[in-house]
T-cell receptor, first 112, second 114 residues
């Protein structure tokens, strides 16, 4: 069964450092999403791509977060500089024409 | 404001009995609803979905009920098994016009006791 791949699974960094997360969606899925999940809450959308284009980044803190999907396949989410409040699970999901999004295993980020 | 709410943060049920998870929403534009299950340190796994044109959808032990007039949906798990112990998230979408964006509830932690 096809799955969404994410790496790394865990990342510990110090505040003010840069971090990057990678996501490879299910093959053929044109839509890719990055979510942030804080412990005890539901996932919240950061950015949505349709192929290589951003269609929604209204909740992305653009002063420190950036995302790209250059060839419309895999994607990278970057934080620079990281802050203590960025500690969370970062989830990537993908979907085809349907409404159902399929999630990867996530990257758990701890900022010290 | 929270557009999707799961008012019960936790639920404990005996193995073999029914688990009922509830979810309320406020946005009348939502027309597609999903339930996800999440184990610690893993991503959410899709369980079951329902379109607003239906009031019930069943898949094995999982059944989702939708009451549009009350803006309420529920997930029934029968019979509950210890492996069902996880956090369950309700999610809603307003469809392609809203980019199929999902809005999640805060989750309900389910513990199934052997």
């Amino acid at each position: 069964e096809a799955e969404v791949a994410q790496s790394p699974r865990y990342k510990i960094t110090e505040k003010s450092q840069a971090v990057a997360f990678w996501c490879d969606p299910i093959s053929g899925h044109a839509t890719l999403y990055w979510y942030r999940q804080i412990l005890g809450q539901g996932p919240e959308l950061l950015v949505q791509f349709q192929d290589e284009s951003v269609v929604d980044d209204s909740q992305l803190p653009k002063d420190r977060f950036s995302a790209e999907r250059l060839k419309g396949v895999d994607s990278t989410l970057k934080i620079q500089p990281a802050e203590l409040g960025d500690s969370a699970m970062y989830l990537c999901a993908s979907s085809s024409e349907t409404n159902t999004q399929y999630f990867g295993p996530g990257t758990r980020l701890l900022v010290l | 404001d929270q557009q999707v709410k799961q008012n019960s943060p936790s639920l404990s049920v005996q193995e073999g009995r029914i688990s009922i998870l509830n979810c309320d929403y406020t946005n009348s534009m939502f027309d597609y609803f999903l339930w996800y299950k999440k184990y610690p340190a893993e991503g959410p796994t899709f369980l079951i979905s329902i379109s607003s044109i239906k009031d019930k959808n069943e898949d094995g032990r999982f059944t989702v009920f939708l009451n549009k007039s009350a803006k309420h949906l529920s997930l029934h798990i029968v019979p509950s098994q210890p492996g069902d112990s996880a956090v369950y998230f309700c999610a809603a979408s307003a469809g392609p016009a809203a980019g199929n964006k999902l809005t999640f509830g805060g989750g309900t932690r389910v513990l199934v006791k052997p």
